[in-house]
């Protein structure tokens, strides 16, 4: 069965999708936006952004992790009596032993 001659394609509609004219204001839109857009800093301070500067699938990780008071409740965690500046003597006292070959 041989096509006829005489069947033409269907017309293909060549006409631009975007208008010939454009509009310069929309065009630049993203660039003036861009250009206004806050620094981190700000939107750190007005809590948009988490302080963190660590990759965002660690910090919604982090998000899911309980707090020490619950593991603490919980058993996995044991309370520890000293200070926080016992703790951070005792650390670099730990570390000074380290560098000087002593531990």
Do not use: C, F, W
């Not at 394609?9 to 839109?29: C, H, K, L, Y």
């Not at 020490?68 to 016992?86: F, Y």
Request: glycine share 6%; aromatic share 2%; net charge negative.
């Amino acid at each position: 069965m041989p096509e006829s001659p005489k069947q033409e394609a269907s017309p293909v509609d060549e006409t631009p999708i975007s208008p010939v004219r454009p509009d310069q204001g929309r065009r630049n839109s993203l660039e003036n936006h861009l250009m206004h857009r806050p620094n981190r800093s700000e939107l750190v301070d007005k809590n948009i952004l988490p302080a963190s500067s660590a990759a965002p699938g660690l910090q919604a990780h982090q998000k899911e992790r309980p707090d020490p008071g619950e593991l603490i409740k919980e058993g996995v965690l044991r309370e520890d009596p000293r200070t926080a500046e016992q703790k951070y003597e005792e650390a670099i006292e730990e570390e000074y032993a380290k560098r000087e070959g002593g531990a």
